[in-house]
C-alpha cells in the first residue's frame, strides 16, 4: 500500500549536496504498524514526508495504494493526500484556535457542511477521550492532550494512512506509553496503516510489526520487530 522504489532525495545545501535518501526500497502493507527508526540526520523524516509529497523524491518512486506519486498529476496527488493524516513532534496545533475549531480544520478546508463537521469533532473528540474539551485552547492543554487533539485532527478526514513523525518524542514515559495505545486502537478499530518515524527504539518495541532501520540515507536493517531486535 506504501511502496519506495529506488527512492532518491538529494538536497543543495550552502555546504554542498545532501543526500538524505540513497536507493531507499521498501514495503509498507496495509493495515500494518511500520517503524523506521535512526538517529537525527538519517533521513527518517525526508522518508516520511515524500509519502504526501511534501518533498518530492530526486529519483525513484513512490506508489501509495497503487498510485506513484512521481507519475500523477497534481490534482491527482491532491486527492491521494486527503488519504494520508499526519501527527507531528510539536504538534503543530494552532494556537489561537479552540481545541474544536482545530480538529475542524481539515474539515472546514475541504467546505463540509456545519453539521457534518459538529458530527465527526464530537466523534473524534469522543474517540481520543477529550470530549469535555472542545472550547479549551491548545496552551490549556498538557503535551497528551495536544497530541490526542493532533491525533484527531489527522484523522479528521477518514484517511487510510496515518504518518506519525517522532510523535511521542516531545512526551513523557507514561503519556508516550497512553499515545501509543490509541495509535494501536485507530490500527486495529479502523484498519488504518500507520508508518511512524522515530529515533526511539522502545516505541517500534511496543507497537510496529515491521520496521527499517536507517542511517545515512539507507535502510541498513529491514524486518520483524522479532527478527530485528532479537540478539543472534
Ligand atoms: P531524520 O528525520 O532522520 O533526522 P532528515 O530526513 O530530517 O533526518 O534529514 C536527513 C538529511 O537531510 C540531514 O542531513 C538533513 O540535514 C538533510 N536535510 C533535510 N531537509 C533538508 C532541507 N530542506 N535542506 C537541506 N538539507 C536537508
Ligand atoms: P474563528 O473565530 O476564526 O471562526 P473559531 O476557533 O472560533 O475561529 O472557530 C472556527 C470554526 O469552528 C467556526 O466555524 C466555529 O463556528 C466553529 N466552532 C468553534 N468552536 C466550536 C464549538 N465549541 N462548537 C461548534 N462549533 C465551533
Redesign the pocket.
Known amino acids: 500500500m506504501i511502496e519506495f522504489k529506488g527512492l532518491e532525495?538529494t538536497?543543495?545545501?550552502k555546504h554542498g549536496t545532501?543526500?538524505?535518501?540513497k536507493d531507499i526500497n521498501l514495503k509498507v502493507d496495509k493495515g500494518e504498524i511500520y517503524g523506521?527508526v535512526?538517529?537525527?540526520?538519517?533521513?527518517?523524516?525526508?522518508?516520511?514526508?515524500c509519502v504526501n509529497y511534501l518533498?518530492q523524491p530526486t529519483d525513484g518512486n513512490v506508489i501509495v495504494d497503487g498510485s506513484d506519486l512521481t507519475r500523477i498529476s497534481t490534482k491527482e496527488i491532491r486527492n491521494i493526500k486527503k488519504k494520508i493524516g499526519m501527527v507531528f513532534q510539536h504538534f503543530n496545533l494552532l494556537n489561537s484556535k479552540t481545541v474544536y475549531a482545530n480538529v475542524a480544520m481539515p474539515l472546514i478546508l475541504e467546505n463540509a457542511p456545519k453539521a457534518k463537521i459538529r458530527e465527526r469533532v464530537t466523534e473524534l473528540l469522543d474517540f481520543v477521550g477529550l470530549a469535555d474539551k472542545e472550547k479549551m485552547y491548545p496552551d490549556q492543554l498538557s503535551g497528551g492532550q495536544k497530541q490526542r487533539i493532533g491525533i484527531a485532527r489527522a484523522l479528521a478526514t477518514r484517511p487510510s494512512i496515518l504518518l506519525c513523525?517522532?510523535a511521542t518524542s516531545a512526551l513523557d514515559p507514561q503519556t508516550t506509553d497512553s499515545i501509543l495505545k490509541l495509535l494501536q486502537k485507530i490500527n486495529e478499530e479502523y484498519n488504518i496503516t500507520i508508518l511512524l518515524?522515530t529515533?526511539e527504539m522502545s516505541v517500534v518495541r511496543e507497537i510496529c510489526n515491521r520496521v527499517a532501520v536507517?542511517e545515512d540515507?539507507n535502510v541498513i536493517e529491514e524486518g520483524t520487530v522479532f527478527e530485528i531486535f532479537s540478539t543472534p
Do not use: N, Q
Request: aromatic share 8%.
Open positions: 532525495k538536497f543543495e545545501g545532501v543526500h538524505a535518501l523506521v535512526g538517529f537525527s540526520g538519517a533521513g527518517k523524516s525526508t522518508l516520511i514526508r518533498e513523525d517522532e518515524i529515533h536507517m540515507g
